[in-house]
Structure formats: C-alpha cells, structure tokens
C-alpha cells in the first residue's frame, strides 16, 4: 500500500517531468500542478491509479493539430495566423471544447484549457472528452467581412479533424454566434454535410439549442448559489464584483439579477465600470452584443451612478461575491487579499483559471467559499452537449427544459464535488473535490479502456 506521502513524492518528479517535456508552456504547467497537486488521497486510496503510465497518459494530448490561418484583411493585406486544436482525451467521449479567438494565444494556452476541458466535461456526467482550440488572431476591430474570411481559412485546415462523434468546437474568447455561424456555412460547404452536432453554439432555427448562450453565466451563478446555501444563505441581497463584458459576464450578472443579488461591475480589457445601482443589462448589451464597443461607453452613457477606471483592478471594488469571467489569472494575491478585507464571501470561477494558485490559496485559508472554473463554469458546455443531443434527435428542446436540465446538473456538480471533498478528507475544498471527481470518471474509463 503506497503512503499519501510516497504518491505525493511521484506525482512531484512527475510534474518537473511535464515542466521539462513542455518548455515554455506556463499556463499548461499552472493547470497540471491544479489538478496533480491534489490527487494523492485518491491515487493512494484505490492502488488501480497508481498503475505506471496512467497518469502519464492523462497529462499528453492524444493529438496536437497546429496549421497555418491565412486570410485577406478589406485592404487585399495578407495576414498569416496559427491555429490549434488539441485533441486531449477522448475516453468518455468524442473530444469536446471551444474555439478562443485571441492575440494571446498559443499552444501552452490551449493545452491548458484542453487539460482543465477534461474534467470539467466529466464532471458534468455527460458523454464528452476533452479538446480546445483557437488562434492568435485578433477579433477586435476587423469588419464582419474579415472575421468571415478568417473563418473560412481557418475551417478549411479545421474541417479534416472534426465531425460529429470525432471532435466538437465551440465557442470561448473571440468566438460566439456570429463566428459560429462562419464557420458552420464553410464546414457545410466543404463536406456537402448537414451533421449539426459538429459545433455546439449555432444560431437558433439552424440547430441551436436555447439557453447555450446564457449556460455558462447562468451555471456559475447557480453553483455560486449552492455554496452559499452550504454557509446558510442565498444570493438575495447580495452584491457582486464580476470581471470580463463578454458573453460569461454577461449572463451572469443576468443570472444574479434574477436571483436577487446584484452586480455592480463589469470589466473589458481597458478597464472598468463600477455602477452603484448596479449594471443595466439592457446597456451592456446594446454596447457589447450589438456595437461590440468597449466598457468606457457605458459610463457615458449610463449617467450619474457609473464611473469607468482605466486600467486597475475590478477586485478593489468591496462586494459579497466575486465572479471572475473575463481570463486566465487575472485574480491574484495582492487582488484576493484585497478582497478578503472587504469581506467576500464566496468566489466563483466563471472564467477557466482566473485565479492565481497563490490567491486560491489565501482565499480557502480565510474560509471564503471558492469554485473553481472546471465545476462552476461547466453549465456552459453541459448544454452544449445538450445541443449534440438535440441535433441527434433532430428535436429542440424548450427554454424550460433546457434550463431545467442545466439547473440539475449543476446541482449535482456541486454536491459530487463537496462529497467527494469531504470523502478524502477536505471538507469545504472544492477544488480537491473536482479534481478528484473529475480524475476518477477518467481514469475508470481509461483503465477500462487499456493503454492507448
Ligand atoms: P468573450 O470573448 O465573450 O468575452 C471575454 C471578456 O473578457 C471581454 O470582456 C474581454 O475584454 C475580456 N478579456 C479577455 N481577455 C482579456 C485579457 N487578457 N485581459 C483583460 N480582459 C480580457 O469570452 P467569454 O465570455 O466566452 O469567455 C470568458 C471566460 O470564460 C474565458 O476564460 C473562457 O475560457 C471562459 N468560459 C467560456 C465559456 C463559454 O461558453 N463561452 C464556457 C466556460 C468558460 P476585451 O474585449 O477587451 O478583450
Ligand atoms: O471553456 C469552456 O467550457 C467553453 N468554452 C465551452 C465549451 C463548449 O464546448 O461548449
């Protein structure tokens, strides 16, 4: 029987191990350290997963697709970008994950996303594997008519490595409906397909499914909902800071109005709005959605109760809860302290690794309640599955159903991750519950499965 200890001490080598086979890649290495960090009372507990090369298995990607994007601005300029697409794992089902449009980019981004993509699919309880892609091309400012031609060439390389029951794209950073709806027409065109279930956020009245645009804001906020029901309280009354304006935040801040809370910020890469009768949905939306304007604009428009901050930090601004959506680690130690002082009470990662290992940490020790992404922002692509569902059916289902169906399963992402928290001897750790909840219905299938 190995010791928690001795199993600690091989997933450590293991990590410096995926420090030195994949150089230069920061945010995969901050995700592999996330979830391995937290493993061994599992590994320990049940001998099956200390099996050699199990975990090995689980930290390489089946298959790592890189090519080259290059398209014409309006001007007739080449512009010549890089596109991914890691396929990470595929045994719970075909590989599942959104598209993120952004300069930022690269493969240690994406591999990040497609590892932390693997056990949140499997902690929704549906049949998806994990995949994530994207490309380092920026969205901002381009014309429609270039966003399209972008899409088109970077569906022309994609199209060979996707299908239905292979791999299925999404949305994420720079990538919603419109894109989407790019990349569907060329996916069609190439094929002479009409496979619905090969990307997941289509327009409605082409295979779309109600409700994915609002799931993943809408999931957060209902998982935020459950841990403060486990400190005995609900959401009515409470304020919010929520970080990012994009379609997470969104629907999130929607979510918290409908609960009864209230948001109060909203963020861009510019800076941010702080409105004291908190933010005007209706606003947000005409300048976001349909002017894909900047932050800035708001406060102008809005009048007397908002003020925009260039540049510093959302997390300066006091509230109850905090719901991170905008990007990777942009909640740090200085931010979380800060936060801790103005009495936060719980954290939600609406984002995928917003908060720096080192702020998760200060966070749990002050005993604020803390989601994390691969639980809390998982409602998002649950409903995506949802969708392939419903394009196999060839049905649609009804908003009442699907939210019903989302409400459900994030429920019961909740309630696996604080039991199985509590079953290895973390209580209140949500973290080291999704994790292990997570890793467990992998590597069942994976062991299950033999080595491949
Ligand atoms: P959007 O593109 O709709 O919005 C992104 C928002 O975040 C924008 O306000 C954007 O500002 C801001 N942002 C992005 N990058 C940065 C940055 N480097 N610094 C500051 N602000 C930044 O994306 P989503 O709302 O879809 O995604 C937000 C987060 O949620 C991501 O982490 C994504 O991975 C995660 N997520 C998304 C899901 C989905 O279904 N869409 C599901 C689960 C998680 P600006 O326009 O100035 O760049
Ligand atoms: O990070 C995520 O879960 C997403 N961007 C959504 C993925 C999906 O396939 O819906």
């Keep these: 029987m190995t010791t928690r200890s001795e ?26 350290h996330e979830v391995l960090e937290t493993l061994a009372p599992v590994v320990a507990a049940r001998p099956e997963y200390a099996e050699p090369g199990l975990i090995e298995r689980l930290v390489e990607p089946e298959r790592q ?51 932390e993509q693997i056990f949140k699919n499997a902690l929704t309880g549906l049949g998806i594997g994990g995949g994530k892609g994207g490309s380092d091309f920026d969205p901002h400012g381009r014309s429609d008519a270039e966003v399209m031609r972008f899409c088109q060439s970077f569906m022309t390389e994609l199209y060979r490595h996707i299908g239905e029951h292979t791999d299925v794209p ?19 065109r190439i094929t002479n397909r009409w496979e619905a279930g090969v990307l997941t956020g289509k327009g409605q009245g082409w295979g779309g499914s109600l409700i994915r645009p609002e799931a993943t804001g809408y999931g957060n906020v209902l998982f935020a909902a459950a841990m403060m029901r486990e400190r005995g309280e609900d959401l009515e009354g409470q304020t ?8 997470v935040a969104i629907y999130t801040i ?3 109005a409908a609960l009864g809370a209230n948001a109060i910020t909203c963020s861009d890469s510019s800076g941010y709005v702080v409105d004291e009768k908190g933010i005007d949905l209706d606003l947000l939306k005409q300048i976001k959605e ?27 601004v006091p509230a109850d809860l905090a719901l991170p959506s905008a990007t ?3 909640l740090n130690e200085a931010d979380a302290e800060t936060l801790i002082r103005n009495g936060v009470k719980a954290v939600s990662e609406g984002a995928n690794m917003p908060t720096t290992p080192e702020a998760v940490h200060l966070l749990q020790k002050a005993g604020v309640a803390f989601g994390p992404g691969k639980a809390a922002n998982a409602g998002g692509v649950a409903v995506s599955a949802l969708e392939m569902a419903q394009n196999h ?30 079953r290895y001897g973390a209580p209140g750790d949500y973290v080291t519950g999704a994790n292990i909840a997570g890793f467990e219905r992998v590597a069942d299938a994976m062991l299950a499965q033999g080595v491949i």
């Design 7 to 32: 199993t600690q001490t091989t997933l450590t080598h293991l990590l410096t191990e995926i420090e030195h086979r994949n150089p230069a890649q920061p945010e995969f290495h901050q995700a592999a």
């Design 65 to 115: 697709v890189i090519f080259r994007v290059p398209w014409q601005d309006d001007q007739g300029r080449v512009h010549v970008n890089r596109g991914f697409r890691v396929e990470f794992n595929s045994a719970l089902g075909p590989y599942k994950g959104g598209l993120r449009f952004h300069p930022s980019v690269n493969l240690g981004v994406i591999k990040f996303l497609g590892f």
């Design 170 to 188: 999404a949305g994420d950073i720079g990538v919603g409906g419109r894109e989407i709806g790019y990349l569907f027409g060329q996916y069609r």
């Design 240 to 247: 919010a800071v929520v970080s990012g304006s994009g379609n």
């Design 254 to 256: 929607e979510k918290l």
């Design 290 to 316: 349909v002017e894909r304007g900047r932050v800035d604009a708001y406060a102008e428009r809005r009048g007397a109760s908002a003020r925009f901050v260039a540049g510093g930090s959302v997390w300066d």
């Design 328 to 330: 990777q680690n942009e």
């Design 393 to 422: 059916a060839r049905t649609a289902w009804t908003a009442q159903r699907v939210e019903e169906e989302l409400a459900a399963i994030m429920t019961s992402i909740h309630s696996t991750c604080h039991d199985t928290a509590e």
